[in-house]
């Protein structure tokens, strides 16, 4: 049986052990894929000592830089971006396992995001500094696109949402909520930018699947901008995830 998995603290927005799930059963492949709530990437040896038979595990916050020095190898993606969310295990005859870290969130969101660009030079505002953030920055300077970070913690290059101007949000036409703020069970919340600010020429891009409709995206849609959840971005990400692993199992 092929043994997959998602490390990550909370997981309850998570609908990865469904898509995947219901990948097996349709492809007819006997597999399992399930959620493992990890709250400190420093107990991620312990719980692979004790979940010997994974195949392979999708990563998320707030693990996906945090979980690095504990992997053998990274593809030449992850490096570049410094962040991981997936990885593959492999074992030799003698059972030693070799741990290799991938990023298949940045060309997911470049693939889900490229629809809505112009051929104009671009800006773009990027909410969060963790390792979601750095695979959309990847992704948007590859689009030839300038990237500013804002953070509730400003410095070295990062703007604080205090700063946040009408002005910036005016010369910046795409913003990309990559925290969790309006998460669910949280959904409440939104990022603080001046919302009032925005245009129908502004794309606002929530990675945040669940719920289907963040309040940043309903407060940013009433000012006419575009505006997209990750949903897209998710499965895009997953079916790389899922070949990455086929090649590892020797799979067709």
């Given at each position: ?40 990437a420093?107990?991620?040896p312990?719980?692979l ?70 051929q104009e ?52 036409k ?33 990675l ?41 199992l020797?799979?067709?």
């Amino acid at each position: 049986m092929i043994s997959l998995g998602l490390i990550g603290f909370p997981l309850g927005h998570s609908f990865s052990a469904s898509y995947f799930n219901n990948k097996f059963r349709r492809e007819g492949i006997a597999g399992e894929y399930r959620l493992y709530p990890l709250e400190s990437a420093e107990n991620f040896p312990d719980f692979l000592s004790l979940h010997s038979g994974l195949c392979g595990l999708n990563v998320t916050i707030p693990h996906k830089e945090s979980i690095m020095p504990f992997l053998d190898s990274l593809s030449e993606e992850a490096a570049a971006i410094g962040a991981v969310n997936v990885i593959s295990i492999r074992r030799d005859i003698q059972g030693n396992t070799r741990l290799t870290g991938h990023n298949t969130d940045w060309s997911a969101f470049r693939d889900s995001l490229s629809p809505l660009l112009g051929q104009e030079k671009r800006k773009a505002l990027v909410l969060g500094t963790g390792g979601a953030s750095k695979a959309v920055t990847y992704a948007l300077r590859s689009l030839d696109t300038d990237v500013t970070f804002v953070s509730r913690t400003p410095g070295n290059g990062i703007i604080g949402y205090e700063d946040l101007t009408a002005g910036l949000i005016c010369g910046h036409k795409i913003i990309v909520n990559t925290t969790p703020v309006g998460m669910h069970p949280s959904t409440e919340f939104c990022p603080p930018i001046p919302y009032d600010a925005l245009t129908p020429d502004h794309i606002c891009y929530d990675l945040i699947y669940n719920p289907e409709v963040t309040l940043f995206m309903k407060k940013s849609a009433e000012k006419g901008a575009v505006v997209k959840n990750g949903l897209e971005m998710l499965h895009r990400q997953a079916e790389s995830a899922w070949e990455i692993w086929k090649q590892d199992l020797g799979m067709p």
